[in-house]
């Protein structure tokens, strides 16, 4: 009777979750415009120095080359350097567009460069990218977790946001924890390009996967065909998952992303565990940040992850992960250390949202800081001896910032909590009005309620 019971159970629950769980929506059919767009500037290996640039152009592939040349040397007509472009027409559910990609080495720091994009004989887009100079010393960038707006209106205002900020320090890359888009169709993907309204053409992209990227799921999991050939990552990844798995190093740290979502299988999970540990046993740069989707403690209630607590958690903790950035709550955490002397070291775990999506978050007290109804965006700023992080609503108010920092001589690391006087805001609100959710709400009303009384 106890099996019928749990049979008849899982069969119901899979029922109810099943589009959650397995499914996505359908996909229009589609076609793609005969010009060059979705222009993306992603990192080589050696952030300093490479870049890869793709775009989409029609459907069907043609000769396609990028020439460049230093943008000081286009005042005296200097000759452009021209490489071929790799082309393929990539087929989802339903049509096809034809991806390029080109990659540059050899860059200047602090170099300005003009690109020139041509497809064919009749398609050519001219755009500039500029190199940070100065990566030695200090870098900055944005740290962004779920994005996942169904229209893009919010995410249009957030990128707007950040191009308005031309009096404040300019990122180096944004990273992004995956679930970037609604869904794997060609239409949130034009969503998603249409929001940053072509800033994706000139700001590096550090990207990782997320469940809302991946066209099947559950056991046999498949990641939407595009992704691979839209942002073609360095193919230093465990294998069969290059460009999905990989690293990137700056002088000060090595980045290190992992698609969490399509570790599925066994060999994968070891696969991935034993490159993640040679990853961060190698590195030589001061610090070691890793970003991946779903996170080592999850934040939304009654939601976990054993494979990437129980199995990965330690790797990062041993092979010294400093800064580890997440995404899938919809929801805020941030959980530092426990150092020997009472004090909080590295690593330090994130967890933000971006989304108009928001989630209910839960109470563990492993959380340092929480929020919740909250839209934020992260700001991080490396040198050899800190990072300086901080979490910031879309106002500009300062929702949490931490300081980590490496003592001289016996290099320790220390957390320095600055957000202690900011209050913590529990604003989810998206509670039905049935006597269910009723329930629900004053639960978690009293949940809050004893959090901020423990906390004052």
């Known amino acids: 009777m106890i099996i019928l019971v749990l049979l008849i159970a899982s069969g119901v629950l899979l029922k109810m979750r099943w589009s959650a769980w397995f499914a996505n929506s359908p996909e229009d059919p589609y076609t793609v415009p005969d010009s060059i767009a979705r222009v993306t500037i992603v990192p080589g290996q050696a952030f ?13 592939e043609r000769p ?24 393929d027409v990539i087929r989802s559910r339903s049509g096809q567009g034809a991806y390029y990609h080109a990659h540059l080495s050899r860059l200047t720091p602090g170099e300005v460069y003009q690109l020139r994009l041509r497809v064919g004989e009749d398609h050519e887009k001219v755009l500039s990218m500029a190199m940070p100079a100065m990566l030695d010393s200090v870098m900055n960038f944005v740290y962004l977790g779920d ?34 888009i609604e869904g794997p169709t060609d239409e949130y993907w034009r969503v ?38 839209q942002y073609n990552y360095p193919a230093n990844g465990p294998e069969d998952f290059e460009g999905r798995s990989y690293y990137v190093d700056f002088p000060l740290a090595r ?28 590195s030589t740069q001061p610090w070691q940040i890793v970003m991946y989707h779903h996170a080592v403690h999850c934040v939304r209630a009654g939601r976990s992850h054993p494979v990437m607590q129980y199995i990965f958690k330690p790797i990062l903790v041993e092979y010294g992960a400093d800064l580890v950035l997440q995404g899938h709550d919809h929801a805020y955490s941030r959980i530092t250390t426990p150092a020997e002397d009472g004090g909080r070291t590295a690593p330090v775990y994130l967890i933000s949202c971006s989304s108009p999506k928001l989630y209910r978050n839960g109470f563990a007290p492993i959380h340092d800081r929480l929020g919740s109804g909250i839209q934020l965006y992260q700001t991080v700023r490396v040198t050899p001896d800190t990072i300086h992080y901080t979490s910031l609503q879309y106002t500009g108010e300062v929702y949490d910032e931490l300081v980590l920092a490496r003592e001289a001589g016996t290099g320790k690391i220390t957390v320095t909590d600055k957000a202690a006087h900011i209050p913590e805001l529990f604003l989810f609100d998206n509670f039905s009005s049935s006597k269910k959710g009723q329930k629900k709400a004053k639960a978690y009303a009293d949940a809050v309620e004893k959090r901020l009384k423990s906390r004052s």
């Not at 396609?64 to 082309?87: C, P, Y």
């Not at 169904?150 to 191009?163: A, C, Y």
């Not at 900020?165 to 995956?178: E, H, I, N, Y």
């Not at 290190?256 to 993640?276: M, Q, T, Y």
Request: aromatic share 12%; glycine share 8%.
């Open 48 to 60: 300093g120095t490479e870049r890869t640039v793709s775009w989409l152009c029609g459907e069907e």
């Open 64 to 87: 396609a080359t990028l020439a460049f040349r230093a943008l000081k040397d286009s005042l005296v007509d200097a000759a452009w350097q021209v490489i071929e472009a790799s082309g």
């Open 147 to 180: 994005v996942q707006d169904p229209d893009g209106e919010m995410s249009t205002g957030l990128f707007d946001l950040f191009r308005g900020q031309a009096g404040s320090v300019r990122p180096d890359f944004f990273a992004l924890a995956g679930d970037q």
């Open 192 to 229: 998603w390009y249409d929001s940053w309204k072509g800033y994706t053409d000139e700001m590096p992209m550090i990207v990782s996967t997320g469940n809302h990227e991946y066209l099947k799921k559950g056991f046999a999991r498949e990641l939407d065909p595009r992704w691979v050939p």
């Open 255 to 282: 980045f290190v992303v992992i698609d969490s979502n399509g570790i599925n299988s066994p060999s994968d999970i070891w696969n991935h565990r034993a490159w993640l540990k040679e990853v961060l046993k190698a």
